[in-house]
């Protein structure tokens, strides 16, 4: 059981980026999917989340209006559009899934770093 984040690099204020989430191992459709972010030092913050089929999203206050998060179920996959990023949106994103009781699964990340 596995997810793999991609997709991070370093952007301008403004632009837009699409950061990415591929599980394996599992029956993707099956499982609500989240995107956190964190940085150094700080507790992991939740970014999205998206139901099974994707008919129900949900965003933290801080990327509402700028954030998208969407999935493709024929290709195991959740992704994250970032639009309007700012130096504040700075941090490793992780893609996360509850599989079973007392267990997470988590990517290893990929850095989105926002700076001119």
């Known amino acids: 059981v596995q997810l793999v984040e991609s997709g991070g690099g370093l952007v301008q204020p403004g632009e837009s980026l699409t950061l990415s989430c591929v599980g394996s191992g599992f029956t993707f459709s099956k499982y609500r999917i989240y995107w956190y972010r964190q940085l150094p030092g700080q507790e992991r913050e939740l970014v999205a989340n998206i139901t099974k089929t994707g008919e129900n999203t949900n965003y933290a206050d801080s990327v509402k209006g700028r954030f998208a998060i969407f999935r493709d179920n024929a290709n195991n996959a959740v992704y994250l559009h970032m639009r309007n990023v700012q130096p504040e949106d700075t941090a490793t994103y992780f893609c996360?899934?509850?599989?079973?009781?007392?267990?997470?699964?988590w990517g290893q990340g990929t850095q989105v770093t926002v700076s001119s």
């Open positions: 996360n899934m509850f599989y079973v009781t007392g267990i997470y699964v």
